[in-house]
């Protein structure tokens, strides 16, 4: 069980990962059922998430960064994915 969560990225208790659901971690979410939640979110819960919960690492000195503002979000994923705003995030 410990692996499987460890797959999933779940790696300490109360916290929440996004995955794809494929066919390969559809079998491992029913293998870990009893002791997670899983469902496709709301895209008004990703986006909350985000606000409250989401961070970044400072590409200058690795710090991590709350996703407080867009600013922060086009310096770390602009460039490279053309993401500028949690809105953006959301939708992907």
Do not use: H
């Amino acid at each position: 069980i410990k692996k499987v969560l460890y797959k999933l990225r779940l790696k300490q208790q109360y916290t929440g990962v996004f995955v794809q659901y494929t066919d390969e971690n559809r079998k491992l979410l029913q293998l870990v059922e009893p002791w997670v939640l899983y469902g496709k979110p709301s895209k008004s819960m990703v986006e909350d998430l985000i606000r409250k919960r989401g961070y970044t690492r400072s590409a200058v000195d690795g710090k991590r960064m709350a996703l407080s503002d867009n600013n922060i979000i086009e310096q770390a994923l602009g460039t490279k994915t053309g993401i500028i705003c949690v809105e953006d995030l959301v939708e992907e």
